[in-house]
């Protein structure tokens, strides 16, 4: 036993990399996360217990074989750590940025139940992957053989780009269509550089191009290239959008109020040096305001945080259930508060106040019986009503699939009652012949590892449809 790396769970407390000290990360858009020293990755993955039913794993979406790798990790054997990770997972170093590891791996690690504190995964998952970029570790995609058949994806976010890589890898001819003009999707507009880098993302990009995989951005699906040009072109085609369309609150047309996905975008394009000219003259800038966030989820975290680093006068978080009941992770929201947002609970916008606005007209809630999903449903307090001033209101209530029929012109691509596209549960493929679908377009509004599942699954059962299908390229 004197070698015996693993279950030091007891003797060795659990210890995240740094954090940057508030002041300092408020001032820029770096990660407030420095990188682990080699030593202390081995050390925090040493004390994983090894238990024999890995918990860890069967809470990641990706079933990434967490203790294998941790093991790895702790031995010093980081190239064999890093290839066991990238065997399941198309990008750890983004998983292990930005996944919510309290609500998945590590919120379920054996360690944490018994008061020991869990296992550091998500820090050591980056940090592996960090270092397989730094040493050449990660190979570029080179096929052992090509394929004649040629397959389209629309949309270049992380479902998407899963897709390709793994229908690269096996000699497949990728074409990946996207709206923006940088691919990434909600990983480069929509996530702030705080929480993830954009070069860590450019990097997974210029390794996809380097591997052959085609991009065709700038390109609007429905008026720049038709969904049948498309199709016609390809033996298969996966749609991987994701899900764009804002849900609005009623009466928001006066000046100031904002939908978040317009508001992290172009700070996000502000970062890579982008003119922007909706920043520039103010409306999606934070600078000086007094700031409402309208939402409890991640994208509510991302908006409030980006709103500190413009130099936001002030930054309040509204939100209609509490603490407890908040869908974002609340590593975010302690992040968030650390940072000097104010979290108003229990409290639903109910209208508001200027042509321009100037305030928030606010209901005061309190926790009822559960709903239909078992959380405790909001009720009004009557007579509690005040009003929070504001001159700048971002919403960030989620995002609902846009009605791609209409917008694509496709006649036969069958939607759900949600506007989802309907697709089958362990293939993807939809009521089209040879079209398929992954990600959030699908399941809605989702996490990022879930789209890397999806687009992975995806891409299987396309490569089994293009291995039965007649070829049109080979003819």
Same mark, same amino acid.
């Given at each position: 036993?004197?070698?015996?790396?693993?279950?030091? /769970?007891?003797?060795?407390?659990?210890?995240?990399?740094?954090?940057?000290?508030?002041?300092?990360?408020?001032?820029?858009?770096?990660?407030?996360?420095?990188?682990?020293?080699?030593?202390?990755?081995?050390?925090?993955?040493?004390?994983?217990?090894?238990?024999?039913?890995?918990?860890?794993?069967?809470?990641?979406?990706?079933?990434?074989?967490?203790?294998?790798?941790?093991?790895?990790?702790?031995?010093?054997?980081?190239?064999?750590?890093?290839?066991?990770?990238?065997?399941?997972?198309?990008?750890?170093?983004?998983?292990?940025?930005?996944?919510?590891?309290?609500?998945?791996?590590?919120?379920?690690?054996?360690? %944490?139940?018994?008061?020991?504190?869990?296992?550091?995964?998500?820090?050591?998952?980056?940090?592996?992957? !960090?270092?397989?970029?730094? %040493?050449?570790?990660?190979?570029?995609?080179?096929?052992?053989?090509?394929?004649?058949?040629? *397959?389209?994806?629309?949309?270049?976010?992380?479902?998407?780009?899963?897709?390709?890589?793994?229908?690269?890898?096996?000699?497949?001819? $990728?074409?990946?269509?996207?709206?923006?003009?940088?691919?990434?999707?909600?990983?480069?507009?929509?996530?702030?550089?705080?929480?993830?880098?954009?070069?860590?993302?450019?990097?997974?990009? =210029?390794?996809?191009?380097?591997?052959?995989?085609?991009?065709? +951005?700038?390109?609007? *699906?429905?008026?720049?290239? @038709?969904?049948?040009?498309?199709?016609?072109?390809?033996?298969?085609?996966?749609?991987?959008?994701?899900?764009?369309?804002?849900? !609005?609150?009623?009466?928001?047309? =006066?000046?100031?109020?904002?939908?978040?996905?317009?508001?992290?975008?172009?700070?996000?394009?502000?970062? /890579?040096?982008?003119? $922007?000219?909706?920043?520039?003259?103010? %409306?999606?800038?934070?600078?000086?305001? @007094?700031? #409402?966030?309208?939402?409890?989820?991640?994208?509510?975290? !991302?908006?409030?945080?980006?709103?500190?680093?413009?130099?936001?006068?002030?930054?309040?978080?509204?939100?209609?259930?509490?603490?407890?009941?908040?869908?974002?992770?609340?590593?975010?929201?302690?992040? =968030?508060?650390?940072?000097?947002?104010? /979290?108003?609970?229990?409290?639903?916008?109910?209208?508001?106040?200027?042509?321009?606005?100037?305030?928030?007209?606010?209901?005061?809630?309190?926790?009822?019986?559960?709903?239909?999903?078992?959380?405790?449903?909001?009720?009004?307090?009557?007579?509690?009503?005040? #009003?929070?001033?504001?001159? +700048? #209101?971002?919403?960030?209530?989620?995002?609902?699939?846009?009605?791609?029929?209409?917008?694509?012109?496709?006649?036969?691509?069958?939607?759900?009652?949600?506007?989802?596209?309907?697709?089958?549960?362990?293939?993807?493929?939809?009521?089209?012949?040879? *079209?398929?679908?992954?990600?959030?377009?699908?399941?809605?509004?989702?996490?990022?590892?879930?789209?890397?599942?999806?687009?992975?699954?995806?891409?299987?059962?396309?490569?089994?449809?293009?291995?039965?299908?007649?070829?049109?390229?080979?003819?």
């Amino acid at each position: 036993m004197a070698n015996q790396k693993m279950l030091k /769970f007891t003797t060795v407390d659990r210890d995240m990399p740094e954090k940057r000290p508030p002041n300092l990360r408020r001032d820029d858009f770096n990660e407030i996360y420095a990188e682990y020293a080699g030593d202390k990755a081995e050390e925090q993955s040493s004390r994983c217990s090894q238990c024999g039913v890995p918990y860890c794993q069967s809470h990641c979406p990706l079933h990434n074989n967490i203790p294998d790798w941790l093991r790895l990790t702790a031995e010093g054997r980081l190239q064999e750590a890093y290839e066991l990770s990238q065997a399941t997972n198309t990008f750890p170093e983004i998983c292990g940025r930005i996944c919510p590891q309290d609500r998945l791996c590590e919120g379920n690690c054996v360690i %944490e139940q018994s008061g020991h504190g869990t296992v550091t995964i998500g820090s050591v998952e980056k940090y592996i992957t !960090d270092k397989a970029f730094d %040493e050449g570790w990660v190979k570029p995609i080179r096929p052992y053989a090509e394929r004649a058949e040629s *397959v389209g994806i629309i949309g270049a976010g992380p479902g998407g780009l899963a897709a390709a890589d793994r229908l690269r890898r096996q000699g497949v001819q $990728v074409t990946v269509y996207d709206r923006y003009d940088r691919g990434g999707g909600l990983l480069t507009y929509g996530i702030p550089g705080f929480k993830l880098e954009k070069d860590v993302v450019m990097k997974r990009m =210029a390794q996809l191009e380097d591997g052959g995989v085609q991009f065709v +951005l700038n390109c609007n *699906v429905g008026e720049d290239l @038709s969904f049948d040009a498309i199709r016609g072109k390809h033996d298969a085609v996966l749609i991987a959008t994701g899900v764009y369309k804002s849900r !609005d609150l009623p009466d928001t047309d =006066a000046d100031g109020i904002v939908r978040a996905i317009d508001f992290l975008t172009a700070s996000n394009r502000k970062s /890579f040096g982008d003119d $922007v000219a909706e920043f520039d003259s103010g %409306e999606l800038n934070a600078e000086g305001k @007094s700031v #409402v966030v309208i939402g409890g989820g991640d994208t509510a975290m !991302d908006c409030v945080r980006t709103s500190v680093r413009q130099g936001a006068k002030s930054v309040k978080c509204l939100y209609r259930r509490d603490r407890a009941n908040m869908p974002g992770s609340q590593r975010e929201v302690q992040n =968030a508060e650390e940072e000097g947002v104010e /979290f108003v609970w229990l409290s639903a916008p109910n209208g508001f106040e200027g042509d321009a606005v100037t305030g928030v007209k606010v209901q005061k809630m309190r926790l009822g019986q559960p709903d239909a999903t078992g959380r405790q449903a909001p009720e009004v307090i009557e007579g509690a009503d005040y #009003v929070e001033s504001a001159d +700048l #209101v971002i919403q960030a209530l989620g995002f609902e699939p846009e009605d791609l029929p209409k917008l694509w012109g496709v006649e036969g691509l069958e939607v759900t009652r949600w506007g989802t596209v309907k697709a089958e549960f362990s293939t993807g493929q939809t009521s089209l012949d040879g *079209v398929f679908a992954a990600g959030d377009i699908v399941r809605g509004a989702s996490l990022v590892v879930w789209a890397i599942r999806d687009g992975r699954e995806a891409a299987d059962a396309m490569l089994e449809y293009l291995s039965g299908a007649t070829s049109v390229a080979a003819e």
